[in-house]
């Protein structure tokens, strides 16, 4: 990549990973139950983990800092857990953190396994994915016609229309990229350019 895109995707990165700190900050001080605000404020973390360690240039910046990437594992779990959290008042319990906690572990296989034995494992851990932004979806639009806290209503909407919609998109573009590497779609991945532009637009 040329050194003028570069310093953009960096530039867009950093503009994410501040979006993304002041949502971290406005939900932990936010109104909503305890469950939620926690799982909000892990999501964050797990959220700016990825889109630093997505990013090549960046990573290696840092020294190729290993925890950052394990950081990164359970966002699609921690999202859910957000969800749920949000809109269905679940609790923190056992069931609900062994979801993230699984997607990290899967995530480590894809790092200590070799050849095929990998491959498994990151479909695995992208097809999880999948299903847990399906099910995120269908927890927003269940409720949506008798929600009546307005605030509330408007931020279905925005996970609903955004945040959901680029994770399946995210998977879709990552399983593409698995049968056809030089595809074009590769280009809107978090860890390129256009992928992590879209990011930042989304998070601001």
């Known amino acids: 990549m040329p050194d003028s895109l570069v310093l953009i995707d960096v ?21 909503e139950n305890r469950s939620a605000r926690i799982a909000g404020a892990l999501m964050c973390v797990s959220i700016i983990a990825w889109l630093v360690s997505e990013s090549l240039d960046l990573w290696t910046a840092m020294g190729q800092w290993l ?13 859910w857990l957000f969800v749920v959290g949000l809109f269905e008042d679940r609790p923190l319990a056992a069931p609900a953190l062994a979801v993230p906690v699984a997607l990290t572990g899967v995530g480590l296989l894809i790092l200590i396994l070799e050849g095929k034995a990998s491959n498994w494992a990151w479909l695995a851990y992208n097809g999880v994915s999948g299903a847990l932004a399906l099910h995120a979806l ?10 009546l806290v307005e605030g ?41 350019l256009y992928g992590g532009l879209a990011f930042a637009t989304l998070m601001v």
């Open 152 to 192: 509330r209503r408007r931020l279905r909407g925005a996970v609903l229309g955004l945040g959901a919609l680029f994770a399946l998109v995210s998977v879709t573009m990552g399983l593409m990229s698995r049968l056809d590497p030089a595809g074009p779609w590769r280009l809107f991945l978090v860890g390129n």
């Open 11 to 31: 530039f867009a990165r950093g503009v994410a990973v501040g979006a993304t700190s002041l949502l971290g900050l406005s939900i932990v001080r936010g109104g």
């Open 138 to 147: 269908f927890a927003i639009a269940r409720g949506w016609s008798g929600d």
């Open 67 to 79: 925890p950052l990437v394990i950081a990164a594992f359970p966002v699609g779990g921690l999202f």
